[in-house]
């Protein structure tokens, strides 16, 4: 169990809409989710078992929500990583059309047959 900072407790009256002006005096406590299992081991009544196994549950939702997180960061940035390297390939690409096309822009001999003018 801790408690919330400061910041922690303005942050959760934002996203609560709870009143600014109502309740609290103190900075509340919040369980950790090892805190929870083992207020569950001390309590004995069927009601707050129920409870703290819910709690634990979601615990456990939210660590696999993270892993999930974390493992979508994770292809979202080798896809990125993937994709800077086929597009400098293609910026490549592109650099080397480029060079062709100046080098093409020379005058070229003309092709065919030459006629030759009579002189007078």
Same mark, same amino acid.
């Given at each position: 169990?801790?408690?919330?900072?400061?910041?922690?407790?303005?942050?959760?009256?934002?996203?609560?809409?709870?009143?600014?002006?109502?309740?609290?005096?103190?900075?509340?406590?919040?369980?950790?989710?090892?805190?929870?299992? /083992?207020?569950?081991?001390? =309590?004995?009544? %069927?009601?707050?078992? %129920?409870?703290?196994?819910?709690?634990?549950?979601?615990?456990?939702? =939210?660590?696999?929500?993270?892993?999930?997180?974390?493992?979508?960061?994770?292809?979202?940035?080798?896809? /990125?990583?993937?994709?800077?390297?086929?597009?400098?390939?293609?910026?490549?690409?592109?650099?080397? /059309?480029?060079?062709?096309?100046? %080098?093409?822009?020379?005058?070229?001999?003309?092709?065919?047959?030459?006629?030759?003018?009579?002189? %007078?």
């Amino acid at each position: 169990m801790f408690q919330l900072t400061n910041t922690e407790f303005n942050n959760l009256i934002s996203q609560s809409v709870t009143s600014r002006w109502g309740g609290t005096r103190k900075l509340p406590y919040a369980f950790t989710e090892h805190g929870v299992t /083992m207020l569950a081991s001390v =309590l004995r009544s %069927e009601k707050a078992i %129920e409870i703290n196994i819910q709690i634990v549950r979601a615990f456990i939702a =939210l660590r696999q929500y993270a892993l999930g997180y974390a493992e979508l960061n994770q292809k979202i940035e080798n896809f /990125m990583m993937e994709t800077n390297m086929q597009f400098s390939d293609i910026y490549q690409a592109l650099a080397e /059309m480029a060079s062709q096309q100046e %080098e093409a822009k020379k005058p070229l001999p003309p092709v065919g047959y030459l006629t030759y003018k009579k002189q %007078e």
